[in-house]
């Protein structure tokens, strides 16, 4: 049976908890230049445009494996997750305690922006197998994140403040597609921020990450970020892009232009123009008053990864373990030793897929209700009121 099979996997899991989980450090302001040991490779661009010369432009990269070469030691359950708790300064807080409904909305603005973060050209993170979850705590906020389908991938995020009121439910399905010289990996799914004691809704989506191959190659965040209050009826209209340069060379690609406007009248009320990576300011459109709402070095600098507090109490469904040997053998630079741990993770995967169609059984989710529209589009809705605190702190 099914439930057989899934009993074997997490026995095995257990048996790995001697293992040392392996909980490497967020990407942050300096991981350009202060990245983890694994995260390059050599001559990762001449790998890289060998590994696509045989993929079509426009062909559809979800499904596409990577060799661990261009992984980097982590999930992308995790990178979800460190873009929530992985902060220098407490911008959540700020969000609830702001007294009216516009200084609420600019700080749940400045909250959005900080989830965009730096990441390294020619690696990603691996792709999460079914049913894999990062729990993580950050002094009173508790996050949850479970992979709730693989064929399409679409992952779920829960997170609970229950000394704040605050609640956020994320779900996201990557669809990345290669355009020749480029590859796009769009970012599908809504995202909430529920401030309770205000009895607010905040919805928004995420940037979509460019990863241009020629002529300069790059990693960036563009597209267009909507976030609106549903209750008050205010809405910020962001556009992430890149200042002009000649062919890719010379200026800069971490660009933030926009407005804050009341939907009900239209009136703009702030112009927003800065950089994700350094400042944020807003404009008000009345007196023409200039203030700084997100500070990147603030936020996202200097930051540090999560510890294991009760290594007895992780899940065996834990990012961090189930890819543990994987991530040490790629931090070691042993690429045999990491291509023998990653096939182990797949395989094992792939034998729980094939029985369960055997069987003609669908996968349930553990922590989520899923559901998804006629027009394809995913809907996460967590089980559980609160999350529980977690055996990994960040």
């Not at 992984?71 to 807080?93: A, I, T």
């Not at 995020?157 to 996201?172: P, S």
């Not at 799914?189 to 205000?198: A, I, W």
Request: include cysteine; aromatic fraction near 8%; hydrophobic fraction near 35%.
């Amino acid at each position: 049976m099914c439930y057989t099979l899934l009993v074997v996997m997490m026995q095995e899991m257990e048996g790995k908890k001697d293992t040392k989980m392996v909980l490497t450090k967020p990407f942050s302001l300096e991981s350009d230049t202060d990245s983890d040991p694994g995260y390059r490779a050599p001559n990762l661009l001449n790998r890289m445009l060998s590994l696509l010369k045989n993929v079509r432009p426009g062909s559809d990269l979800t499904n596409f494996q990577l060799p661990p070469l261009f992984n980097f030691p982590k999930s992308q359950l995790q990178c979800y997750g460190e873009s929530v708790y992985c902060r220098g300064s407490d911008l959540l807080s700020k969000c609830n305690r702001e007294q009216s409904p516009l200084e609420r909305f600019t700080s749940v603005v400045a909250w959005s922006i900080s989830t965009t973060r730096p990441t390294s050209f020619a690696v990603a993170p691996y792709n999460p197998i079914l049913g894999e979850t990062h729990h993580v705590s950050k002094g009173n906020l508790n996050v949850l994140l479970e992979q709730v389908s693989h064929s399409p991938p679409v992952s779920a995020l829960h997170a609970t403040d229950e000394k704040e009121n605050i609640e956020m439910i994320w779900c996201q399905q990557p669809a990345p597609k290669f355009w020749g010289t480029s590859i796009e990996a769009q970012v599908q799914g809504k995202r909430q921020l529920k401030l309770l004691n205000h009895g607010e809704t905040y919805e928004m989506n995420c940037p979509h990450l460019l990863i241009r191959i020629l002529p300069v190659p790059r990693v960036n965040w563009v597209g267009n970020v909507n976030v609106r209050c549903l209750e008050t009826g205010l809405v910020a209209e962001l556009s992430y892009t890149s200042s002009h340069s000649f062919l890719g060379f010379g200026g800069n690609h971490r660009l933030i232009k926009g407005k804050i406007l009341d939907s009900s009248s239209s009136k703009v009320l702030y112009e927003v123009e800065g950089y994700w990576d350094s400042k944020v300011k807003l404009k008000d459109a009345n007196n023409g008053e200039v203030k700084v709402i997100y500070d990147a070095k603030e936020v996202i600098s200097g930051l540090q990864a999560p510890i294991v507090k009760n290594a007895q109490s992780v899940w065996p469904t834990e990012s961090a373990l189930v890819w543990s040997e994987l991530s040490q053998a790629i931090l070691n630079n042993d690429w045999e030793k990491a291509r023998e741990a990653k096939q182990l993770v797949e395989e094992r995967q792939r034998k729980m897929m094939a029985e369960r169609e055997a069987e003609g059984k669908a996968w349930t989710p553990k922590h989520f209700a899923v559901s998804q529209t006629k027009e394809g589009s995913w809907d996460c809705s967590p089980i559980h009121k609160w999350v529980p605190a977690a055996p990994i702190i960040a």
